[in-house]
């Protein structure tokens, strides 16, 4: 994304349309492996052509480049080559089931305003030095750097499920502005500058720290405990590719990273229908369901395989012969096949 920026602000300046185009071509690179980051590329640029055309209407007198309408063929020169992948991941998510209702449960939301400010405080005092020292100047990069930032909030809650995605990128700016600050500053300022600067080493050494205390106590989901690594092995062995398993949560998040099968829950956003699938398993391993209304829910997901952690008390309510078929077992675990529930 910041290549294509680059690219956009310095490339060609001598013409408008043609100079956005190889930062939307290089944006297409990026939307190989995350179209969505093109997004926010535009919405980046969107702002940036926003400003230049408050600053149009309020300088009289205007180097041609800051012209509004020099930046607004420019936006639309990137837009255009930028925006293949986006239309074809926008046509997808309308037209594909799977897609349709995975955008419905991946809602990715900006944190509470204080995380941010835990996130960035340290950058804030110098980046407002900064932003006081640029907003000042001509220069239309500076104009966008400090644009980017002001409307920092603006894109973290705007009101979108993904809204978490649309800062993407903006600490690179908070830093340009840092920087800019503590340029300005001299003698005890820039001492003291650096002191509250090195405060931003102690989220790092408590990251550090956690790492240490979580090698040094062994526990999941970090380590795995030898009965699960021994069901892992033995499902390499007897269970066929893409069987559909049915486990608990916590089994079903570690079982395709080990085992060439599927999961009915796991990952939130991942698994279709999440919310009710992962009430429905909770129900079933509680052993709250009778006889048929667990071959009825074991039938409508197809699972090929049942694995129970404990015996638990899924049996309880019924007898698993007719229809299951114990295929492994260890303390901690047993592996069953489902027979035509």
Request: glycine content about 8%.
């Amino acid at each position: 994304m910041f290549w294509g920026l680059t690219k956009y602000f310095h490339e060609n300046l001598g013409e408008s349309f043609g100079g956005g185009v190889k930062a939307g071509a290089i944006w297409n690179l990026t939307g190989l492996m995350q179209p969505f980051t093109i997004v926010v590329g535009w919405a980046i640029i969107a702002i940036h052509v926003m400003i230049e055309i408050i600053y149009f209407v309020l300088q009289k007198n205007h180097p041609f480049k800051s012209q509004p309408l020099f930046w607004i063929k420019r936006a639309v020169g990137v837009g255009l080559v930028s925006s293949p992948f986006v239309i074809y991941t926008f046509v997808s998510f309308r037209v594909d089931p799977f897609l349709k209702q995975w955008e419905k449960q991946n809602i990715i939301l900006s944190p509470a305003f204080g995380d941010y400010l835990l996130a960035y405080g340290i950058l804030l005092p110098l980046a407002l030095l900064g932003v006081w020292r640029w907003i000042r100047e001509s220069d239309v990069a500076k104009r966008f750097i400090v644009s980017w930032v002001l409307f920092f909030p603006v894109l973290a809650y705007a009101p979108y499920n993904l809204q978490r995605r649309l800062p993407e990128g903006v600490f690179v700016a908070l830093s340009i502005l840092a920087v800019t600050g503590f340029s300005t500053l001299s003698g005890k300022l820039r001492s003291l500058a650096k002191v509250w600067l090195a405060l931003g080493g102690i989220s790092s050494l408590l990251l550090v720290g956690g790492g240490v205390l979580t090698l040094l106590n062994p526990a999941p989901p970090l380590y795995y405990s030898a009965d699960e690594q021994d069901l892992f092995h033995s499902m390499q062995a007897c269970v066929p590719r893409s069987s559909v398993v049915l486990a608990d949560w916590d089994l079903s998040n570690l079982l395709p990273a080990h085992v060439p099968v599927r999961v009915i829950i796991g990952h939130g956003p991942e698994s279709l229908r999440a919310i009710p699938l992962k009430q429905a398993v909770e129900t079933f391993f509680k052993g709250t369901m009778d006889e048929q209304e667990v071959r009825r829910f074991l039938r409508n997901e197809r699972v090929d395989y049942l694995i129970v952690r404990n015996r638990a008390s899924v049996f309880s309510n019924w007898q698993q012969e007719p229809f299951l078929k114990l295929m492994y077992r260890n303390p901690s675990f047993e592996l069953y096949q489902v027979i035509e529930p």
